[in-house]
């Protein structure tokens, strides 16, 4: 049981993948060793937690990455410019808009995209810490609900869900 908790949190900690692939993995692939509660407990414990580390460790990342003149000079000024862009709809949206974007468990979004954004437009780490929280159990609830759906015999095996999911796990 210690190597697949182990395991869960190796294929969490994937960037782009992180628990939309954990989970079906637990669900599919180790239900032998794992029960699906704890699969998802872990896999959601792990997405938290790597959301909370990317989101501290960017400053000092940021503050290393200026130091060299071609990043502070050709870098740092589009990072900048996105933010102005994106600012006015943090403010609207808040955290929520970021838990969103963190819990749509399609590609390119997730606690590593949302924890980058999130630093640059400037979000403090309490509104982060909530955002992450929230949108890593959006992300869960809806990758679980379709493993079950799939689990379960609900969604066919040939239907284009369970191919995309399955066809992962192969």
């Excluded at 414990?45 to 989101?55: P, R, T, Y």
């Excluded at 996105?82 to 468990?105: C, D, L, N, S």
Aim: glycine share 10%.
């Amino acid at each position: 049981m210690i190597y697949a908790v182990l395991w869960l949190i190796a294929v969490t900690m994937i960037p782009a993948l992180e628990l939309r692939a954990s989970i079906p993995v637990g669900i599919f692939k180790m239900a032998e060793q794992v029960s699906w509660p704890i699969v998802v407990l872990v896999c959601v414990v792990a997405n938290v937690i790597l959301g909370w580390i990317v989101f501290l460790v960017m400053g000092p990342v940021f503050t290393f990455l200026r130091r060299w003149g071609w990043f502070d000079r050709r870098i740092w000024p589009i990072l900048e410019k996105t933010q102005h862009k994106i600012h006015p709809y943090v403010e609207k949206y808040g955290e929520i808009g970021v838990a969103v974007f963190i819990g749509i468990p399609l590609p390119g979004s997730g606690v590593y995209t949302g924890a980058f954004g999130s630093y640059l437009l400037g979000l403090d780490r309490r509104k982060f810490a909530i955002a992450n929280v929230i949108g890593v159990l959006i992300a869960a609830a809806a990758v679980t609900g379709v493993c079950m759906l799939i689990l379960h015999g609900a969604v066919g095996e040939e239907s284009w869900i369970a191919k995309l999911f399955m066809k992962k796990m192969h």
